[in-house]
């Protein structure tokens, strides 16, 4: 059993950056393959960025491509994600998830989900 709780979120005007934090409880945090996920108002969850389990394979979506890093500490069972350039349209709730043994964009893959942390882009 993994729980998740995320935090740094908050309003940032556009061009800014944040960096949400992740943090995992249980023993088995560095076997998993972690994810970000959003959900705009109104809008469907999306996928974000995910991450294997050492950290050396990441993948992301085509609209945070080259603003957004994810990046994982195992010793502090944390995984974060470093949002920079933030527009209007990053707006949404952000959670982060864990589960698969492999990087992957599909949200059924993911067992396990915190609270979610609100981002708010102002223009």
């Known amino acids: 059993q993994v729980q998740l709780v995320e935090s740094g979120g908050g309003l940032v005007q556009a061009g800014g950056s944040l960096r949400l934090s992740c943090a995992a409880s249980?023993?088995?945090?560095?076997?998993?393959?972690m994810g970000w996920f959003r959900q705009a108002p109104g809008k469907e969850r999306e996928f974000v960025a995910t991450?294997?389990?050492?950290?050396?394979?990441?993948y992301y979506a085509d609209a945070v491509k080259g603003r957004f890093t994810i990046s994982r500490d195992n010793a502090k069972n944390t995984v974060y994600l470093q949002m920079n350039n933030l527009k209007p349209e990053d707006t949404a709730v952000y959670y982060c998830?864990?589960?698969?043994?492999?990087?992957?964009?599909?949200?059924?893959?993911?067992?396990?989900w915190g609270q979610g942390t609100q981002v708010t882009v102002s223009s």
């Open positions: 998830a864990a589960g698969p043994t492999a990087p992957v964009s599909r949200q059924r893959a993911y067992n396990y």
């Open positions: 249980g023993p088995t945090f560095s076997r998993y393959a």
């Open positions: 991450i294997n389990w050492n950290g050396v394979a990441t």
